[in-house]
């Protein structure tokens, strides 16, 4: 809004002398705000005791040692090189913000406690920390590497972030934790070696876009967490890409997983939410799926999986339509008896092992896909029926079920099987940059 519009809806609304002392608080406080020069030498925490609201701090090169806390608006920043350096004792909380309207940027902070249950953390920013923007830091040996503890609209981005690489994964804190922090964002960050990158609880409204997350076990952890965003984000090398559980509504869009030992992406019991646009390369399971429902899981591409869709426990009223499943062992493991239709309004999938004629040229394969059978079933349950696998009467039983479709027991159906392969803008992307 411009001032003049702001200045003439304040003077319909309130009396004069209201205004003039709103004016005048307003430009007293930014006419003393100051640019503050810190060095080493100086007791840090009693120059910010010191400052004024609005004040910026700016640290010069060199160590801080101690446990520092903010208790007013103000910036705190070092040089662009980040080489002021917020060192903790290896107890407690190296920077706690227990202020509106903080920011903290190009600062290096390191050494907090060890202590999950304490919640130690290499940053802090507690209830009273809204607003708060945590930019352009090295966040670097801590537990917890920023943490967000009910601070409604935080903001922490382009940070790199690295905990401690002596400790196991288990020990570890995770790079961001949001716990109850409606609004907050976490952006453009650079994540790896701790627990998870980003792990949320009992959450809304979040974004986390952009980021990058590596040598993890989760990137990106949610649990409880509502009406929120994943988006953009590169996941490698962590045990699972994104797991997502007893959240809704969530927009889970554009990201990449590759080289994830166990699972690309993981929903459970996540409802009423768009997957879409996501690349999953190489993993146990590009998909796993457990009493996920109401969801919609479109134009995403699963390839170089042990199992392509792992699909189980009831999952109900989901939407699967332009995926690509590609050079994946098994396209899809559904152990059950119920028939499931994957394809939305007449169009299906694209499945690399489908062999299939489209004489009327409109995209869509001439027959069903079904990507498993009667053998599959007696595998998933009896896996030692496999020893049986190259056996007469297994040939037989295949041959049967190709002639006769209605022995079939039930299962994953692709009425509209795609023949090509739909294009996938992250795929694309993700290939330019890294390939």
């Known amino acids: 809004m411009h001032i003049k519009d702001f200045n003439c809806r304040l003077k319909s ?3 004069s002398f209201v205004l003039g002392s709103m004016y005048g608080f307003l430009f007293s406080t930014t006419a003393l705000a100051a640019t503050i020069q810190v060095n080493p030498q100086q007791d840090l925490q009693a120059v910010i005791d010191g400052a004024a609201v609005g004040d910026t701090l700016q640290l010069s090169s060199g160590v801080y040692k101690g446990r520092f806390i903010i208790n007013k608006p103000l ?52 209830k ?29 981005q382009q940070n790199r972030i690295v905990g401690d690489k002596e400790l196991r994964v288990n020990e570890r804190g995770n790079g961001v934790t949001v716990w109850n922090a409606p609004g907050a964002k976490v952006l453009d960050n650079d994540i790896s070696y701790g627990r998870d990158g980003i792990f949320s609880n009992a959450s809304l409204r979040n974004v986390f876009s952009g980021n990058k997350f590596e040598h993890l076990r989760y990137g990106v952890h949610y649990m409880y967490t509502n009406d929120s965003e994943v988006s953009r984000n590169l996941s490698l090398n962590n045990e699972i890409g994104y797991a997502l559980m007893f959240s809704e509504r969530l927009l889970v869009t554009d990201n990449v997983a590759t080289g994830n030992k166990a699972q690309g992406i993981m929903v459970n019991y996540t409802n009423n939410s768009k997957i879409n646009g996501n690349v999953v390369l190489g993993a146990e399971k590009c ?27 009831v999952g109900d009223r989901n939407h699967i339509s332009y995926n690509a499943f590609v050079n994946n062992q098994t396209q899809v ?3 059950g008896t119920r028939y499931i239709e994957w394809s939305h309004d007449k169009v299906g999938n694209y499945w690399s092992d489908n062999s299939a004629f489209d004489l009327n040229a409109d995209g869509i394969a001439d027959t069903a896909y079904r990507p498993n059978g009667i053998i599959d079933q007696v595998v998933w349950r009896a896996p030692a029926a496999r020893l049986l696998l190259n056996s007469p009467a297994v040939s037989v039983v295949k041959w049967a079920q190709t002639q006769f479709p209605s022995i079939l027991p039930g299962g994953v159906v692709d009425s509209y099987p795609l023949i090509s392969q739909p294009d996938n803008k992250t795929l694309k992307m993700y290939k330019e940059d890294y390939e």
């Open 333 to 335: 493991k559904y152990v």
């Open 75 to 126: 910036t705190l920043e070092g040089p662009q090189d980040k080489s002021a350096i917020l060192e903790g004792v290896r107890k407690g909380r190296t920077l706690t913000v227990a202020a509106e309207d903080v920011v903290v940027r190009y600062l290096t902070v390191k050494l907090s406690g060890l202590s999950l249950p304490e919640m130690d953390a290499g940053i802090f920013l507690d």
């Open 128 to 156: 009273k920390a809204k607003r708060a923007r945590i930019e352009q830091n090295d966040v670097l040996d801590n537990s917890v590497g920023v943490y967000i503890w009910g601070a409604d609209d935080a903001i922490v």
């Open 13 to 15: 609304i309130l009396p």
């Open 287 to 313: 998909l796993f799926a457990y009493n996920a429902n109401l969801n919609f899981i479109q134009h995403n591409h699963f390839q170089d999986c042990e199992i392509g869709i792992h699909y189980t426990a």
